[in-house]
């Protein structure tokens, strides 16, 4: 897997003008290789990104808090990881049998396919560590996804622990460890250097989406002026401590946002935002960088708690084809 680097910018002012497409897609490429960057950055290993990862988390803490073992992998823990490995196979199936060409038209797809992948990676997590039923809609995933990488025994690290709190021009932030975040545009190339505060700029414009999101329905729930008439407008206060009441934003959040945008609001984004093949190609590179680091999280805890057999019988009943082996979790495997 390669980082993202070098990415190609946006025209300078006056040479072209430069589509609402070309922005969107550039904020968000930028935004996923700025997690691949700080990644890289933090973990750094010899045999790559996915290695450092993994290095990382079997370094955490949680393995001395979580019992090795004693977990069992049901059988609807299984299916669970099963869609989710076959999911990412159909993922990053394009940079094998399509080709530089067919990418930006894979790009349209991606974002659902990535956040799918790790929706349905986490449920099997769910019900390893014993919840009767996971989360079964996205707004219950996102809680709990925000919950578990704040606990001690959650096996993430940064930057997967950092969390977005608070109201617009308040914002606060946690499980960043030593970052402190500071004021970036949405468009700069991402660096080693300013990687951490483009992805908690990521995490800071979808926390205001969000709230953007519940205006309405917080508006309409407040009670009518002096006058009798519907509110039309949330006064400041109100809003901010609204806003601060709502849940941690996460880079899960991110995902679930880069999934509706794709499916429903700017498809146009990344099926033509992209200005060379070398983008769309750096954008599924950056994508599918983030979702196998997730998933390899996930991975190496269950591995933990129910047992390595366990894994691995559950991923024998995965037929792979072998020219996508080296795509899929099988890569993976020696990490574990």
């Not at 073992?69 to 490995?85: E, M």
């Not at 894979?106 to 009767?132: D, M, R």
């Not at 146009?268 to 994508?287: I, K, Q, Y």
Request: aromatic residues 8%; contains cysteine.
């Amino acid at each position: 897997m390669r980082i993202v680097a070098g990415l190609t910018p946006l025209a300078s002012p006056g040479s072209r003008a430069v589509s609402d497409e070309e922005m969107t897609f550039t904020t968000y490429r930028g935004y996923l290789a700025a997690i691949c960057s700080l990644v890289a950055d933090r973990y750094p290993h010899s045999d790559g990104l996915l290695a450092g990862v993994a290095a990382a988390v079997k370094d955490g803490s949680w393995r001395l808090s979580v019992p090795a073992g004693t977990r069992a992998l049901s059988a609807r823990a299984g299916q669970f990881l099963r869609n989710g490995w076959a999911t990412e196979i159909l993922l990053r199936s394009p940079r094998v049998i399509g080709g530089p060409d067919i990418i930006g038209f894979a790009n349209h797809w991606a974002p659902v396919q990535a956040y799918y992948a790790v929706f349905e990676a986490f449920n099997a997590y769910a019900l390893a560590i014993g919840l009767s039923r996971p989360p079964k809609t996205h707004a219950a995933l996102l809680q709990w996804a925000a919950d578990q990488v704040a606990r001690e025994q959650s096996p993430f690290v940064l930057p997967w622990t950092m969390r977005a709190k608070g109201a617009p021009g308040a914002w606060s932030f946690d499980g960043c460890g030593s970052i402190a975040p500071a004021t970036i545009s949405n468009l700069a190339a991402p660096t080693a250097a300013n990687a951490p505060h483009l992805v908690a700029l990521a995490l800071s414009t979808t926390r205001r989406r969000q709230i953007d999101e519940h205006r309405a329905g917080w508006i309409r729930g407040l009670p009518p002026t002096a006058a009798g008439t519907p509110r039309k407008v949330m006064p400041a206060a109100t809003l901010s401590a609204r806003a601060t009441a709502m849940r941690p934003t996460t880079l899960f959040d991110l995902l679930y946002r880069l999934r509706i945008r794709s499916n429903y609001q700017e498809a146009d984004a990344f099926l033509s935002g992209a200005l060379t093949t070398d983008d769309a190609a750096e954008f599924h590179d950056a994508l599918t960088g983030v979702v196998a680091a997730t998933l390899l999280t996930t991975e190496i805890y269950l591995a933990h708690i129910v047992g390595r057999p366990a894994l691995e019988g559950c991923l024998a009943g995965l037929a792979i084809p072998a020219s996508l082996e080296p795509y899929s979790v099988r890569a993976r495997t020696p990490l574990w």
